[in-house]
């Protein structure tokens, strides 16, 4: 249970650690929050010749708030954006999702960054990143900057269209306005992996739906994302009946992975519960208005 | 104390680490793969920080690096170059009981004594920054923290006799 032996470099600077991981390929893997490559090192599930350590490069640590985005540098800790209550404003359902991540003391390491990067599909972020539109900036010393589109980042457990040679220096969240939204999500203990979890954003017109984005995570190999438009809603009063429609018609399509905690069918039964429940309190947050209140819920 | 940093060191090469724990100035060497849990204990000899599960899910190694709760096991030695640290050690460094460790001393809070070090690390913290938890709060707060003794009713008891006592004092 120790980590394989590799070596290690701190760069001072983006362009050096750029370079290094154009020279390893494959071989480097980046050194951020660590929270869950230490694991996997130690668990040998991997094993890199060399880790190329962030923390000594300046301005990598930042939280921009432009006019209609958000930008997160890769050294962000989750903590530290949990204390941003500039950033909580702006991206409320942040303030439901942070708490979820782990424990306090894994939050105080891990990034957001790395969590997309890492793209395990039981993942928090990733779920909230595709529902925002985020969009990941990529940067290696040959090809320059890549803006990657969320639904073009995550491609499968563990897996995202990263290229060897490219580091993400940042993710931007787009923040359209949303009524109400929420994160929900359902684990055996606070702090575990979840077992379904749901990122539910709703704007309303006298009631009726005229947005709606229900994202979730860890029901299937990476997150999965729908609209309104995708589910022919728009319009629609959000009633008992269309809640129950919604929570069918998606928990039908996800198609989770059974493992120990529960089965494929059990997890689509989450699934439905946390749809109901989250269409639910965001309807109620949009009502209220109160999207950018802190929330207890859970 | 100034010394020379490399950008790169080899997998067998030993890196020099300077930091502070339980206030202390010290230093050390270590490879880099090494965890800081196991440069505590094994180079600087500081063995109140325990290692259980060695992949960050028994809390059972947390120390305090900067004033956070952190995983020992989760951090690399070379990461915590500058920075301060503070363990079990640390917590009780004239070799009296603080008022935490008191209260859970009375109330049976340990039985065989493995998670204590990360309990009363992420405890401590806790009333830190909350000096009036509620027992959901205490128990949040140790959820990342396994006992298989207690059944953690007799930790919380003692969080919550040491938060009455600490505001009692006020």
Known sequence: MKPPAFSYARPTSLEEALLMLSENGPDARILAGGQSLIPMLSLRLARPALLVDLARIPALDGIELGNDSVSISCMVRESQAERSE????????????????????????????????????????????????????????????????????????????????????????????????????????????????????????????????????????????WTEEDLQ????????????????????????????????SYKKQLAAVL????????????????????SGAR | MPHEEKALYGPDERVEIQLSVNGTPRRG??????????????????????????????????????????RSCLMLAVQAHGREVVTIEGLAGDGTMGPLQEAMWEEHSFQCGFCTPGMLIQLSHLLQSNPTPNETEVRDSISGNLCRCTGYESIVRGAMAAAKRLSDAD
């Not at chain 1, 009633?239 to 059974?258: F, K, N, Q, W, Y």
């Open chain 1, 233 to 264: 809603v728009g319009g629609l009063d959000l009633d008992d009946g269309v809640v129950e429609h919604l929570a069918r018609v998606t928990s039908t399509a996800l198609e989770p992975i059974a493992d120990v905690h529960g089965s494929a």
């Open chain 1, 86 to 225: 500039a950033l909580l404003r702006r991206i409320p359902i942040l303030r439901d999702t942070l708490p979820l991540i782990g424990h306090e003391a894994i939050r105080n390491r891990g990034t957001l960054v790395g969590s997309l990067c890492h793209a395990d599909p039981a993942a928090e972020l990733p779920a909230v990143a595709l529902a925002l539109d985020a969009v990941v900036i990529a940067r290696s010393s040959a090809g320059g900057t890549r803006r990657i589109a969320a639904r073009d980042f995550f491609l499968g457990p563990y897996t995202t269209s990263l290229r060897e040679d490219e580091l993400v220096t940042a993710v931007e969240l787009a923040d359209r306005p949303w009524q109400g939204a929420c994160f929900l999500e359902v684990s055996r203990r606070r702090g575990d992996f979840a077992m379904a979890g749901l990122a539910a954003f709703l704007t309303l017109e006298g009631g009726a739906i005229r947005r709606l984005r229900l994202s979730f995570c860890a029901t299937g190999d990476r997150p999965t994302l």
């Open chain 2, 29 to 70: 060497a270590a490879q880099p793969r090494r965890t800081l849990a196991d440069f505590l204990r094994d180079e600087l000899q500081l063995t109140g920080t325990h290692l259980g599960c060695e992949h960050g899910v028994c809390g059972a190694c947390t120390v305090m690096v900067d004033g956070d709760p952190v």
């Open chain 1, 275 to 294: 749809v109901r429940r989250g269409l639910r309190l965001a309807q109620s947050r949009a009502r209220a208005g109160a999207t950018a209140e802190p």
